[in-house]
C-alpha cells in the first residue's frame, strides 16, 4: 500500500507476520515492538483508530467470526503463496527445534532465518517464527506458541503428521531441501528421499488430503453426521470418500473437497456423478473450504439436484500398459535365484 502511516505499516506486517489475521492484543504487541513508545500517546487508542481507517476507508481489512483481523480476500491473494514450505518449516522447527537448522549447516536461528529471506521464501523473519509459533502449541517443546487459539491450526499439523510424522530430523530436513530445490531453485543442498517421500510430497501439495483428514477429526461438528460412525472409503475408489454408519442401519455416503480459500469451484469424476445419481438423498458432497487460514464446512446433500453441473470433456493421454509373457508363474522361496 502506497502512503500509508508508520501505524498502518506497523498493523500490516504485524498480521501478514502472524499468517494473515491476528487478534488486537497480537496486534497491539506487533506494532508496540515496530514503533517508539511515546508516553504522551494513547497508544491503544491510536492502534485502534488506525485499523478502523484500514477496514472503512482503504478496505484493507476485515474481521472474522472469532473477531480477528485478518485481510480481506481482494488484498490477501498473494499472501500465503509459500504456503506449504512455510507450514514445513514450522513444523520442523516446533518439532526439532535447532537440531533442524544445524541439517542446513547453521548454528543459529538467525542465520537460518535471514537465509529463507534471502531466498524469498519469506518476507521477514518475523513471518518464519509466527509460523513455528502455529505449530508450538502442538509439542511439549516448553513454547507456549499460540497456544491462545488452541487447536484452531490443528488441521496443519494433521496433514504433516499423517505424511511426515514418524521422520527423524535428518529425513525431514531432506524434505524441505527437495521442496527448496524444485520450488525455489536453492541448490546448495542435495536432499536425499526415497521414493515413498517423494510420493507423499506431491501428495503434501493437493488440497484433498488436507480436507480428508479435517473432516475425519472434525465431521461429529455436522448435526446430520454427529451421530454416525466413519467408514473409510478413499482406498475403494467408487465415487464416495466416506461412509457414515447409523444405529438405525441407515448411511450416508459423503463425498470431500477441499478449496484453500472461500470460492472456487469443485470437480466431479464420472465415477462420483454415478454414485450421487444412485443415492441421491443419502449423498452428500462436503466441501472444505478456507485451508489456508481457518477451514469450514460446507455441505450439500443431493448435489446432481442442488448443484448447477456443467459436463466438461477432458482429452486423456492414451493409457500405455505392458503385458507380461504369458509363463508358469513359481512359488517363491529363498533359493529361487540360486
Known amino acids: 500500500m502506497k502512503n500509508e502511516s508508520i501505524w498502518e505499516k506497523a498493523i500490516i506486517e504485524t498480521i501478514d507476520e502472524n499468517d494473515g489475521t491476528a487478534d488486537l492484543q497480537t496486534i497491539y504487541q506487533g506494532v508496540r515492538r515496530k514503533i517508539t513508545y511515546n508516553s504522551n500517546i494513547d497508544f491503544e487508542h491510536s492502534v485502534r483508530g488506525y485499523l478502523s481507517r484500514l477496514k472503512n476507508s482503504k478496505k484493507t481489512l476485515t474481521q472474522n467470526e472469532y473477531g480477528n483481523y485478518c485481510f480481506n480476500s481482494k488484498n490477501k491473494s498473494n499472501r500465503h503463496e509459500n504456503y ?18 544445524k541439517q542446513f549447516g547453521f548454528t543459529t536461528k538467525t542465520d537460518f532465518y535471514e537465509f529463507l529471506v534471502s531466498r524469498d ?19 511439549d517443546n516448553g513454547r507456549r506458541g499460540w497456544w491462545q487459539k488452541g487447536d484452531a491450526y490443528i488441521h496443519r499439523k494433521l496433514l504433516l503428521d499423517s505424511l511426515y510424522g514418524n521422520e527423524s530430523v535428518e529425513s525431514y530436513a531432506n ?3 527437495l521442496f527448496l530445490q524444485q520450488n525455489f531453485k536453492v541448490t546448495e543442498y542435495k536432499p536425499i528421499v526415497k521414493p515413498i517421500t517423494q510420493s507423499k510430497f506431491r ?5 484433498g488430503l488436507e480436507a480428508e483428514l479435517f473432516f475425519m477429526n472434525n ?13 473409510d472409503a478413499r482406498l475403494f475408489g467408487d465415487g ?29 469424476t464420472e465415477k462420483e456423478i ?46 500405455i500398459e505392458f503385458l507380461s509373457e504369458n509363463i508358469k508363474w513359481q512359488p517363491w522361496n529363498k533359493d529361487l535365484n540360486g
Open 203 to 207: 501428495q503434501m501439495q493437493e488440497t
Open 274 to 319: 454415478i454414485r450421487a445419481e444412485e443415492h441421491k438423498n443419502n449423498y452428500f458432497l462436503v466441501v472444505v473450504s478456507n485451508l489456508i487460514e481457518s477451514p469450514q464446512f460446507s455441505v450439500v446433500e443431493n448435489p446432481i439436484k442442488n448443484l448447477k453441473l456443467k459436463r466438461q470433456e477432458r482429452n486423456q493421454k492414451p493409457v
Open 84 to 101: 506449504e514450505i512455510l507450514n514445513l518449516i514450522g513444523y520442523g522447527l516446533a518439532k526439532f527445534d535447532k537440531q533442524l537448522i
Open 240 to 268: 464416495y470418500d466416506f461412509q457414515l454408519n447409523f444405529a438405525d442401519e441407515g448411511f450416508y455416503l459423503a463425498e470431500v473437497k477441499g478449496l484453500r480459500i472461500e470460492t472456487g469451484s469443485v470437480r466431479f
Open 175 to 177: 524434505i524441505i531441501k
Open 219 to 231: 465431521y461429529k461438528l455436522i448435526s446430520t453426521f454427529e451421530r454416525g460412525s466413519i467408514e
Open 121 to 139: 521464501i519469506a518476507e521477514t523473519s518475523g513471518t518464519i517464527k509466527n509460523r513455528q509459533d502455529l505449530f508450538d502449541h502442538f509439542f
